[in-house]
């Protein structure tokens, strides 16, 4: 197919944001499953990428972006990856994926993700913009928009929320933030995700109804966020490292904004998948084997501000004789 102007050729891109540990990776496994006809573009804040380990059961086209966010420092980075997604794309006489899915990091604020898309010119003729779907968390979201104004952008631009952690949070926490995101974001589409689980086919006709318009947000000030990884070249000891990550999530709960990670464990022949948000450490999740690996595992935390001893910590538990 030869691209022309007189036909809506264009390939269509959904955003999904949202703040850290509100379940984007997840929403977007869902997407995935349902849609596997999709490239993905994830951005990553931490040097150190490991989103898409955890997208590892799919096998789509897969651009990473890591070591800033995409409101900032890997910006200028989005049009000529887009630019030579499409060419890719349009090269091909099979077109290898029928939509693109960006991840934005964490603490990206959408606008000029959505400016890119939709002012430039030569994306903005190769692309169409279906909408931007933002998750919030039901346990944790109030507290994010009442500390980050990033939190508060995202809500604003968003098409579609999904308020997820559910299952996590009091009815109060929910009926409170629902009339929050009613006041920040009152003409969007409003979903729970109950357990996790939201219906892709549901979510995706959602984007294709919105048309998009361009608005204008007050100036965020820089922000003090941070990334540290960890690194370790041999397995450790499952137990030990739980327990040091549940401690450092409990005592740093208000600065320790987000831990992820793939790790090798001594006691499990698979890697083994490593969340945390809120002061909260997520069960563990084994993830498929690939031969292509290199069997470190890496953890990436994200915080508000500097966390002295944060890696001492958790190195100084793996080293202990005695399991906790």
């Known amino acids: 197919m030869t691209f022309s102007p007189d036909s809506d050729n264009r ?19 869902q997407l995935l499953s349902h849609a596997p006809r999709s490239a993905v573009v994830i951005n990553e804040f931490g040097a150190t990428p490991v989103d898409q380990q955890l997208l590892r059961q799919h096998n789509v086209p897969l651009s990473v972006l890591s070591g800033g966010c995409l ?17 890719a794309w349009q090269a091909q006489a099979e077109k290898p994926f029928d939509r693109v899915l960006i991840e934005t990091s964490g603490i990206a604020t959408p606008e000029p993700i959505l400016d890119t898309l939709l002012r430039e010119r030569w994306l903005a003729s190769r692309y169409r913009l279906d909408g931007l779907i933002v998750t919030v968390s039901a346990a944790a979201g109030e507290d994010a928009l009442n500390r980050f104004p990033e939190a508060q952008a995202q809500i ?16 109060r926490q929910i009926d409170s933030l629902t009339a929050r995101l009613d006041q920040l974001a009152p003409a969007a589409a409003k979903l729970h995700a109950v357990h996790g689980a939201i219906d892709p086919d549901t979510l995706l006709t959602f984007q294709k109804q919105h048309r998009y318009r361009l608005i204008s947000d007050p100036p965020i000030p820089e922000h003090r966020f941070g990334s540290t990884t960890l690194q370790f070249d041999q397995p450790v000891p499952w137990p030990r490292l739980q327990a040091a990550l549940e401690n450092l999530m409990i005592r740093h709960a208000d600065r320790l904004l987000r831990l992820k990670g793939v790790v090798y464990t001594t006691e499990h022949r698979r890697p083994v998948c ?4 809120a002061g909260r450490l997520f069960p563990p999740a084994l993830l498929p084997a690939r031969t292509s690996e290199d069997s470190r595992g890496r953890l990436v935390f994200i915080t508000d501000g500097e966390i002295k001893g944060l890696l001492e910590s958790v ?10």
Request: net charge negative; hydrophobic share 45%; aromatic share 4%.
């Open 11 to 29: 390939i269509p891109v959904i955003v999904l944001s949202g703040f850290l540990g509100s379940g984007k990776t997840t929403l977007l496994n």
């Open 274 to 277: 490593v969340q945390g948000s």
């Open 156 to 171: 604003v631009w968003a098409d579609t929320l999904i308020i997820t952690h559910t299952d996590l949070a009091e009815d």
């Open 315 to 324: 190195t100084a538990a793996l080293e202990t004789t005695d399991l906790p």
């Open 71 to 87: 409101c900032c420092q890997v910006h200028g980075a989005l049009t000529p990856l887009l630019k030579n997604l499409r060419m």
